[in-house]
């Protein structure tokens, strides 16, 4: 099926204006963080619901033109790179926190609410979400379910997969699945999560909150050698101390980041 027949199809879908085939637009989203790999997309389609996600990829399915998900696009595992003449399935208006229910510690998301938001949006209960990866200020919590993230944090509270406990996704033929945490059986939740979008695209998912600590103290020790800092590192955790999160500077980043 040709560009111009799909986009007609879509355009029964989706506003115009939310239908990107211009070149210069498309170029934007020829890669994710990772720039040294691109694809060129004919086609960029911003998604706001879960019925249009639905409804577009069954067109897709129909007609079998491949597509691709993406949500902030700061991935480093080249996961949204449309190849093969992929059209990009933009997800990141999806935003919205759906619920937040504090007592119960969890909160229903749409795939685009960004990390850091959800956080901000959950400290206000004195909760937060603990998945932190440096990229937390634009990454989409729908990526970081894709990549299963971590982050600085992530040494004492786990992986992204730790504090998801369901998703509702929609497979490649338009068929909406809910993957909960307690189904018994073989863990499919578990095995959505970090397959890169490639088993379905995340729609809604329910996230686990955790406390937010009373008080944190940070410290600044600075070592002779970077092995001993890594063996402080090593003795540290055989003690079984468990610091919310340990970072590693050497020299040279040390001085790439004062002289920056
Ligand atoms: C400066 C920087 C720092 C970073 N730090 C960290 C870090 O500390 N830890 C870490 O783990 N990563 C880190 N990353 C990588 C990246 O930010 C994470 O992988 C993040 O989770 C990607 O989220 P995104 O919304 O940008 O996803 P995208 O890049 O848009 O997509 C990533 C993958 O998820 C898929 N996807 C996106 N949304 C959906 C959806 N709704 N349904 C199904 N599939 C979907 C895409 O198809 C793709 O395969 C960093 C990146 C940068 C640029």
New binding site residues.
């Given amino acids: 099926m040709s560009v111009d027949e799909i986009t007609t199809r879509l355009r029964q879908l989706i506003p115009r204006k939310r239908i990107l085939t211009d070149e210069d637009e498309c170029r934007l989203y020829d890669c994710?963080?990772l720039t040294l790999h691109r694809g060129v997309t004919p086609g960029v389609l911003l998604l706001e619901n879960e019925n249009e996600v639905v409804e577009v990829v069954k067109v897709f399915s129909a007609s079998g033109v491949p597509f691709?998900?993406?949500?902030?696009?700061?991935?480093?595992s080249g996961?949204?790179v449309p190849l093969e003449g992929a059209w990009v399935l933009d997800?990141h208006r999806m935003r919205r926190i759906i619920e937040m229910n504090p007592l119960a510690r969890t909160a229903v998301i749409e795939?685009g609410v960004i990390n850091l938001d959800l956080d901000k949006a959950a400290s206000v209960h004195g909760l937060r979400f603990a998945p932190d990866?440096?990229?937390q200020r634009a990454?989409?919590v729908?990526?970081?379910i894709?990549?299963n993230?971590?982050?600085p944090h992530c040494f004492l509270h786990g992986m992204t997969t730790r504090h998801i406990l369901s998703v509702r996704t929609v497979l490649s033929d338009g068929t909406v699945l809910d993957l909960d945490r307690d189904d018994g059986g073989i863990d499919w939740r578990g095995a959505f999560i970090g397959s890169?979008?490639t088993f379905g695209?995340?729609v809604r998912a329910t996230v686990r909150l955790i406390p937010r600590p009373q008080c944190v103290r940070t410290f600044l020790i600075s070592y002779r050698s970077l092995e001993a800092s890594c063996e402080a590192v090593a003795s540290i955790i055989a003690r079984g101390l468990r610091p919310a999160a340990l970072e590693i500077l050497d020299r040279a980043t040390i001085q790439a980041v004062e002289a920056s």
């Fill in positions: 994710d963080g691709v998900a993406r949500g902030a696009g700061t991935g480093l996961g949204a997800v795939p990866p440096s990229s990454c989409t729908g990526g970081n894709a990549e993230s971590g982050g890169e979008g695209i995340t």
